[in-house]
């Protein structure tokens, strides 16, 4: 892998890589959208592809018989070792080939001056975290990949979010708008240069902009609440940073002096190959800690340098060397460092990385104040390659769904018991990479781990690390590691309390059959004794109806047939009329799915959890949902993922200063999926259709019960529901426009509706030309 990263490298800045040439030589992998330079490594070489019209493959071979076994790509072979050997390079045959712009990474395209070119798009103003904007092939109704470039660094984007005025303007049939999530190293307060390209690498627009820093107000509380969802904070760093990392110092010293007398032996574990370069300061890192009860555990995987010569020079009894002798892989070697740990706490450093020298006093620390604690994990300054280049530091509360969707916690700054090992095992070592995350993953899932703010652990990574994103087998692995999880999270829903009171589950439904079929179908595995259904339809199709109907004669839901659609507060309101009046209620989408012990989660929550009034679950939305990152910046939107915490809503609310995760506080979510005790929704007033047609009321609701009720709404991590987002806004948008608008976009009712239902239209939600009109 390593050597694949430096040839990648390499490659960018070589003009024997010519992605004009490869692209049209190879009009396939232009409409993959793959990476270009990836596609060679990992496909085109061995499709016998040439990279340029300057080297081939097969020839350089054949003029260097000595590489006739060469199991690494012939183009990174001369790149890193063949061009300073002097080996020879020859031209494909001097074919006429015509002039291909070099359009790698590090040269900038040109402008795009053709007229007549039928790709066009445009950058709307950017926003605080946001970019958006259009590209479109005018002819070709079907959405198209672009790419976004910031200083240089590409991503690819397909455009296909539907807006008005580009229908209105001739851009087909309007669906080719996009809205990008800034990655967090760019909120940095430091001006970009952004292109907007074609996948040929023609410029369709450009800017500048600056992304501003968040402010974190002097608060703590809002940098714990922010880091849920945004684990980095980039570096140069700000007052307002400042003041939250000198908190974090405070913290530390605290923790430091909360280590117990006895001071129980911590085990570190270094697995090391060929490093014998790094390993000195390794160990040096380790012998320098405040905390000297320690026992540091390296295993040789096999090295053919002086790594174990340079280790044998350190005298210390504490320094305990396994050799394999032969390279068993990082994770073999970790367990068998684990397997002859005698510490109560077990820490884990690699060779090149380090720690504060308060490090291992801190973490001990912390598990005395949390006494419950399998593992714990802190915050890291990370670094490209030394520590002269800070790119920022990484840290956050910590979130289960976003854990399980992408890893942001560090084993060089991740520490658990002993006794945790013993009972779950070890690093898997059936996985080829990505071991520390499905540990900690693990451990996360079966027990107790909480995040400690402070920042005492050092990380340095090749930029590179970063840049290959479309690794094939980095890909698999991650696959894998998300199989396993889901499987953890299978046996936690197994493990659920059963259910001790009625539930009656409110559906305000529209359309989506599919959608709304396999909502019911997982309430039906749900125990009947205590839950019943009660479907509210807002005037679908007959199908839909008559599915409906069908249910209702089998005594499976509560059925109420509008003939208009209402939208969902009123229908929400309409359910609840006629349901059991002792039941607690579940106001649920119809394109949600409750996993196996979900409910039961919820339930439990509602009941144990001080001055609870609501609970909600994860809310998991599909892989590739374009609104995942802008709930959750972090996220990696290819894979699935929770948005019940979410950045756009900023919800998250009174984190604990060591959060474990399991429950969270928020004041408000979206109402997809939400559990609501009935003495709590008697003292309430209900939802208010009149002034929240569709949206609005969740809110309002939520404003409600905490602050004048004041119960809490806590988001509940072991239950989770999945979401198929806005399936049913979709059909009624294509069904009927003038609808649409009035619920979905003015949230409000009709003249001759508000007359129907005694409405009054609210002056606050009126336009200033309708104030002025005087006509409300």
């Not at 004009?20 to 793959?34: I, Q």
């Not at 990476?35 to 490594?41: F, Q, S």
């Not at 922010?226 to 405070?250: G, L």
């Not at 800070?390 to 509360?397: P, Q």
Request: aromatic share 12%; hydrophobic share 35%; proline share 3%.
């Amino acid at each position: 892998m390593l050597l694949t990263v430096k040839g990648y490298n390499a490659m960018k800045k070589s003009d024997l890589f010519n992605v004009g040439y490869y692209l049209n030589k190879h009009e396939s992998v232009r409409k993959d959208g793959m990476d270009v330079l990836l596609h060679y490594i990992y496909y085109g070489s061995k499709k016998g592809y040439n990279p340029s019209p300057l080297f081939n493959s097969e020839e350089y071979i054949k003029l260097n018989p000595d590489l006739k076994s060469l199991k690494i790509n012939p183009l990174i072979h001369y790149l890193l070792y063949g061009k300073s050997e002097n080996r020879k390079i020859s031209l494909p045959h001097h074919e006429n080939i015509p002039h291909f712009e070099n359009k790698n990474i590090t040269t900038k395209p040109k402008r795009n001056k053709t007229k007549n070119r039928k790709i066009k798009g445009l950058f709307n103003k950017p926003s605080k975290d946001k970019l958006s904007g259009w590209a479109a092939e005018i002819g070709n109704n079907h959405p198209i990949n672009v790419i976004i470039s910031i200083d240089n660094i590409k991503f690819t984007i397909k455009p296909s979010n539907y807006r008005a005025d580009l229908k209105r303007n001739g851009i087909n049939e309007g669906k080719h708008a996009f809205k990008f999530t800034i990655p967090m190293d760019f909120l940095d307060g430091i001006e970009h240069e952004i292109l907007l390209k074609d996948t040929d690498g023609f410029i369709l627009d450009k800017l500048t902009f600056k992304w501003q820093k968040p402010d974190f107000e002097n608060k703590f509380s809002r940098y714990t609440s922010y880091s849920i969802t945004n684990p980095i904070v980039a570096f140069p760093f700000n007052e307002s940073d400042k003041k939250i990392f000198a908190t974090m110092e405070n913290i530390a010293n605290y923790l430091i002096k909360q280590v117990p007398e006895e001071k129980p032996l911590v085990s570190i574990i270094m697995p090391v190959y060929n490093r014998e370069g790094l390993i000195t300061n390794a160990i040096k890192s380790v012998l320098n800690q405040t905390y000297k009860n320690f026992e540091l555990i390296i295993i040789d995987d096999g090295s053919s340098d002086k790594t174990c010569e340079n280790i044998l020079k350190i005298k210390d009894k504490r320094i305990k060397l396994i050799r394999n002798k032969e390279n068993l892989g990082i994770s073999a070697s970790r367990n068998k460092g684990l397997n002859i740990s005698k510490g109560k706490y077990i820490m884990y450093l690699d060779s090149d990385n380090d720690w504060d020298n308060r490090y291992i006093s801190a973490m001990v620390g912390a598990f005395r104040v949390n006494k419950d604690a399998s593992a714990l994990y802190c915050g890291q300054y990370v670094f490209e390659e030394s520590k002269t280049n800070l790119k920022y530091v990484r840290f956050a509360s910590l979130n289960k769904g976003l854990l399980s969707n992408r890893n942001y916690i560090d084993l060089n700054a991740y520490a658990h018991t002993r006794d945790v090992y013993l009972k779950y095992g070890g690093f898997d070592e059936s996985l080829v990479k990505c071991v520390d995350w499905d540990l900690i993953l693990k451990y996360s899932t079966f027990a107790k781990t909480y995040s400690v703010p402070v920042i005492l652990s050092n990380y340095y990574f090749d930029l590179a690390d970063n840049t290959i994103t479309s690794n094939p087998e980095l890909s698999y692995t991650i696959k894998q590691v998300h199989e396993k999880q889901e499987k953890r999270l299978e046996k936690i829903g197994k493990r659920a309390p059963k259910l001790t009171r009625g539930v009656s589950v409110i559906i305000p439904s529209y359309e989506a059959l599919d959608d709304l079929k396999i909502c019911l179908e997982s309430l039906f595995k749900l125990d009947s004794k205590y839950v019943e259904v009660v479907v509210v339809d807002n005037n679908s199709s007959y199908d839909v109806k008559n599915y409906l109907r069908k249910l209702k004669l089998e005594n499976k839901i509560k059925l109420i047939l509008n003939h208009e659609n209402y939208g969902f507060t009123y229908a929400v309101n309409q359910a609840i009329e006629i349901a059991k009046k002792d039941n607690d209620i579940v106001l649920l989408n119809n394109d949600a799915v409750f996993t196996e012990g979900a409910m039961e989660y919820l339930q439990e929550a509602a009941y144990t959890l001080e001055n609870c009034g609501i609970t909600v679950p994860q809310q998991v939305l599909p892989a590739n949902t374009k609104t995942i990152d802008v709930h959750v910046p972090y996220a990696n939107p290819q894979y699935m993922c929770d948005v019940n915490l979410s950045a756009h809503h900023k919800n998250v609310i009174n984190l604990p200063l060591y959060h474990n995760g399991i429950y969270t506080e928020v004041s408000f979510v979206a109402f997809f999926c939400v559990y609501i005790r009935r003495d709590v929704y008697d003292k309430s007033l209900g939802l208010d259709a009149e002034n929240g047609r569709h949206y609005r009321s969740d809110v309002i609701y939520s404003n409600f019960i905490r602050n004048v009720l004041n119960y809490k709404i806590y988001h509940v991590s072991n239950a989770i529901v999945y979401h198929k987002l806005q399936k049913a806004t979709t059909q009624l948008q294509e069904k009927s426009d003038k609808h649409h608008d009035l619920m979905f976009v003015k949230n409000r009712w009709s003249s001759s509706e508000r007359e129907k239902f005694g409405y009054k239209q609210a002056i606050w939600d009126l336009t200033r030309d309708e104030i002025e009109s005087g006509k409300y």
